[in-house]
């Protein structure tokens, strides 16, 4: 009989332990307000925030007054609740409520040691906290630039776009100025982040960064090479600095003329005229693979000798012949013809202006024609007249 006995206890203990364990003979009771960073450093001028906990442990559920009972002068304390200012909290029975506690000393706070009081209030309960603060002198003004890609290649015609970091570094707002020390000829133009606002300055709160567009552009007949632009960002307290570079390529730029710089000429129709023309590139790079087209009006046909030069160095020129067969038909009157060449990265146009002539052939045609129509007329006059 012991046997089972002493077999039920273990089993009735092993089941329920919870009834095995005596119950706490001191159990805790009351209000507690804490914070997991009770003593902290932190610099002047700079917001801090901390977590903040509100207990409640045996008591009825209960609104909690909350207040700042001592803290330095001119310091900004505030007890957030949900990211808002709050003056109570309700808090459950054995429950708790999350609270945070935003601090900010002036810019102009000494270093030392500070002390900031804060109480909870409850239904015949409060919880005091006291928070130790060792301020530390404010971070030196400081202010950072940094472009994500700092050298950049295009050409002229290109516009060279710098992305650029921009950091306040210290523990005051600034207003930034913005400027580019750049080769004669070049414009720069700021705008923020993806913005289409074109700027002169931009503001930077204390700790926070912004993006920045620095879109550079050159003038058309830019030389080949590299151009180190400096942009220069300047606040009331700190100055920044950073290279930019612009890595030119050659553009070649191919005119289309006669040889005295006149553009027309005169032809008869159905007959070919070579018309006398120069290529000349004035760009900074070589041409290649230069290729000559034309839209003439319709019935005519334009070729050209040769129909594609090779190349045109930088500030030479070639002659190449434009071979025009006005139509057949065409009347006498001025015609245009568009002639182009293009190449690799360009491509040029010239409008030349064709004076279509009366043949000489039809000229003599025509004056047979009228002397055997008068000639006809003069023998119909002598054959009726005398009847």
Same mark, same amino acid.
């Given at each position: 009989m012991?046997?089972?006995?002493? @077999?039920?206890?273990l089993?009735?203990?092993?089941?329920?332990?919870?009834?095995?364990?005596?119950?706490?003979?001191?159990?805790?009771?009351?209000?507690?307000?804490?914070?997991?960073?009770?003593?902290?450093? %932190?610099r002047?001028?700079?917001?801090?925030?901390?977590?903040?906990?509100?207990?409640?442990?045996?008591?009825?559920?209960?609104?909690?007054?909350?207040?700042?009972?001592?803290?330095? /002068?001119?310091?900004?304390?505030? %007890?957030?609740?949900?990211?808002?200012?709050?003056?109570?909290?309700?808090?459950?029975h054995?429950?708790?409520?999350?609270?945070?506690?935003?601090?900010?000393?002036?810019?102009?706070?000494?270093?030392g040691a500070?002390? %900031?009081?804060?109480?909870?209030?409850?239904?015949?309960?409060?919880?005091?906290?006291? %928070?130790a603060?060792?301020?530390?002198?404010?971070?030196?003004?400081?202010?950072?630039?940094?472009?994500?890609?700092p050298?950049?290649?295009?050409?002229?015609?290109?516009?060279?776009?710098?992305?650029v970091?921009?950091?306040?570094?210290?523990?005051?707002?600034?207003?930034?100025?913005?400027?580019?020390?750049?080769?004669?000829?070049?414009?720069?133009?700021?705008?923020?982040?993806?913005?289409?606002? /074109?700027?002169?300055?931009?503001?930077?709160? @204390?700790?926070?960064?912004?993006?920045?567009?620095?879109?550079?552009?050159?003038?058309?007949?830019?030389?080949?090479?590299?151009?180190?632009?400096?942009?220069?960002?300047?606040g009331?307290?700190?100055?920044?600095?950073?290279?930019l570079?612009?890595?030119?390529?050659?553009?070649?730029?191919?005119?289309?003329?006669?040889?005295?710089?006149?553009?027309?000429?005169?032809?008869?129709?159905?007959?070919?005229?070579?018309?006398p023309?120069?290529?000349?590139?004035?760009?900074?790079?070589?041409?290649?693979?230069?290729?000559?087209?034309?839209?003439?009006?319709?019935?005519?046909?334009?070729?050209? /000798?040769?129909?594609?030069?090779?190349?045109?160095?930088?500030?030479?020129?070639?002659?190449?012949?434009?071979?025009?067969?006005?139509?057949?038909?065409?009347?006498?009157?001025d015609?245009?013809?568009?002639?182009?060449?293009?190449?690799?990265?360009?491509?040029?146009?010239?409008?030349y202006r064709?004076?279509?002539?009366?043949?000489?052939?039809?000229?003599?045609?025509?004056?047979?024609?009228?002397?055997?129509?008068?000639l006809?007329?003069?023998?119909?006059?002598?054959r009726?007249?005398?009847?």
């Amino acid at each position: 009989m012991r046997a089972i006995l002493f @077999a039920s206890a273990l089993v009735l203990t092993s089941v329920c332990p919870v009834l095995a364990q005596p119950s706490d003979p001191h159990p805790v009771q009351g209000l507690w307000l804490a914070t997991n960073y009770p003593a902290l450093q %932190i610099r002047a001028g700079e917001e801090t925030t901390l977590p903040l906990t509100l207990y409640n442990y045996g008591l009825p559920p209960q609104r909690t007054a909350l207040t700042v009972v001592d803290k330095p /002068e001119d310091w900004k304390i505030e %007890i957030l609740g949900a990211n808002k200012p709050v003056a109570a909290a309700f808090v459950d029975h054995d429950g708790r409520s999350e609270l945070s506690l935003k601090v900010t000393p002036p810019a102009e706070a000494k270093p030392g040691a500070y002390k %900031i009081a804060l109480r909870a209030q409850g239904d015949g309960a409060t919880s005091n906290l006291d %928070i130790a603060v060792d301020l530390a002198p404010p971070l030196a003004a400081k202010l950072t630039a940094t472009p994500k890609l700092p050298v950049l290649k295009g050409s002229p015609k290109s516009a060279f776009d710098f992305n650029v970091t921009v950091k306040n570094e210290s523990a005051s707002d600034m207003l930034v100025n913005l400027a580019v020390d750049a080769p004669r000829g070049f414009t720069a133009v700021f705008k923020e982040g993806y913005g289409s606002q /074109e700027l002169t300055s931009l503001p930077v709160k @204390a700790g926070d960064s912004k993006e920045l567009s620095v879109s550079i552009k050159t003038p058309p007949d830019t030389p080949a090479g590299t151009y180190p632009v400096m942009l220069t960002l300047a606040g009331d307290k700190a100055k920044a600095e950073t290279e930019l570079t612009l890595n030119v390529a050659g553009q070649p730029a191919v005119t289309v003329s006669g040889p005295d710089g006149r553009l027309s000429g005169d032809a008869y129709a159905g007959e070919e005229k070579s018309f006398p023309l120069v290529l000349r590139n004035n760009g900074s790079a070589e041409a290649r693979n230069v290729r000559l087209e034309a839209t003439p009006p319709s019935g005519w046909k334009v070729t050209f /000798e040769p129909q594609q030069v090779d190349q045109i160095p930088v500030d030479g020129e070639v002659k190449v012949n434009a071979l025009v067969t006005p139509g057949a038909k065409a009347i006498a009157g001025d015609y245009v013809v568009t002639l182009r060449a293009s190449g690799e990265g360009f491509s040029e146009s010239a409008s030349y202006r064709v004076t279509v002539m009366t043949s000489t052939l039809w000229g003599i045609t025509g004056v047979g024609v009228i002397g055997a129509a008068l000639l006809v007329l003069m023998g119909a006059v002598g054959r009726f007249g005398r009847r």
